[in-house]
């Protein structure tokens, strides 16, 4: 049973598309979460795209690409069979979206990004 999070400082929601391992995940996150699983199915991953984010917020992107080995490392199965890493964080009746495509000189940049805010889910 989740116990569901209220308030918006904490992840309610993440929806991931094409981040290594991780070719789609939509995931409602509760107020205490676990991640179990066999070798190999990306617990790993799951937890380097919050290092990214983090990256991302100091805004130090290429720098978190180049360390990765470039957008092929970072795009599930490489950017061959995926075009962009699309990411949603929802924190309640608030989110942050971005979509990050790579370019022909081996960086990633960004192709969308929106941030809402809906404090009284209106």
């Keep these: 049973m989740i116990k569901r999070v209220n308030d918006s400082d904490q992840i309610s929601r993440l929806v991931l598309r094409g981040y290594k391992s991780i070719a789609e995940c939509d995931l409602e996150l509760g107020r205490l979460n676990v991640l179990i699983g066999a070798n190999g199915a990306g617990k ?5 795209f919050f290092r990214l984010i983090n990256r991302i917020l100091d805004e130090h992107l290429q720098t978190a ?9 970072l795009l599930y199965f490489g950017r061959k069979k995926t075009e962009a ?5 929802y924190f309640g009746n608030n989110g942050y979206r971005f979509t990050l495509r790579p370019t022909e000189d081996n960086r990633m940049m960004f192709f969308h990004e929106a941030l809402w805010w809906n404090m009284h889910g209106d």
């Design 65 to 73: 690409v180049g360390l990765a080995g470039g957008p092929d490392a």
């Design 85 to 89: 890493l699309h990411a949603e964080l």
């Design 44 to 48: 790993s991953n799951f937890i380097g």
